[in-house]
């Protein structure tokens, strides 16, 4: 009995002693950023503006959407992830990873009836890993970001602009792409 209970403290005593601060990853800790996107008035620049039933879904199957933006409220941003997937190019001798991601957004949607006025969106970078730790492993940044809104005759966003020249998604602080409606 008594080596058992010398055994069962021995263990207890170097699980204690095995873990190291790096071991644990901090919630707080910054992981891969997802873009920011604000709706602003065409009239007023300078305004937010609603969009009434925002409703962002997968372009190759509207049955995968984001549940954040289904429908059923008005919103003045949109938070979307991007794709982690990437092709690898070389440029200028270096070898760089691009990535694409692209969304149907919808303005004014009606689950009932599917109906809404649906804009193409397709969002391209560069991918970056960066570094955190061992125990939180690598997050991605995306640079030199770009934002293309596929013309369908009836677009309800009538202009996309970037916050700042080659346009980078770092952290999800602050707004990186304004769409005007």
């Not at 193409?120 to 730790?133: E, R």
Request: hydrophobic content about 35%; overall charge negative; aromatic content about 10%.
């Amino acid at each position: 009995m008594k080596n058992l209970k010398i055994m069962v403290f021995a263990v207890c005593a170097f699980s204690l002693f095995t873990c190291e601060k790096d071991d644990l990853c901090d919630e707080n800790t910054p992981v891969t950023p997802r873009m920011i996107f604000e709706f602003r008035d065409l009239a007023n620049p300078e305004s937010t503006k609603n969009v009434a039933g925002l409703r962002v879904e997968d372009p190759d199957d509207s049955s995968r959407f984001l549940e954040a933006y289904s429908g059923s409220s008005s919103e003045l941003q949109m938070i979307l992830p991007l794709k982690t997937d990437r092709i690898e190019v070389e440029e200028e001798g270096e070898i760089e990873y691009v990535g694409e991601t692209k969304f149907v957004v919808y303005k004014e949607y009606v689950d009932d009836m599917t109906t809404g006025n649906a804009d193409t969106i397709t969002i391209t970078y560069k991918i970056k890993d960066l570094y955190v730790s061992r125990a939180c492993g690598y997050k991605t940044t995306y640079e030199n970001v770009s934002v293309t809104i596929e013309p369908d005759g009836d677009n309800w966003m009538l202009f996309e602009d970037a916050t700042n020249e080659n346009q980078s998604v770092l952290n999800e602080d602050e707004t990186h792409w304004t769409i005007r409606h």
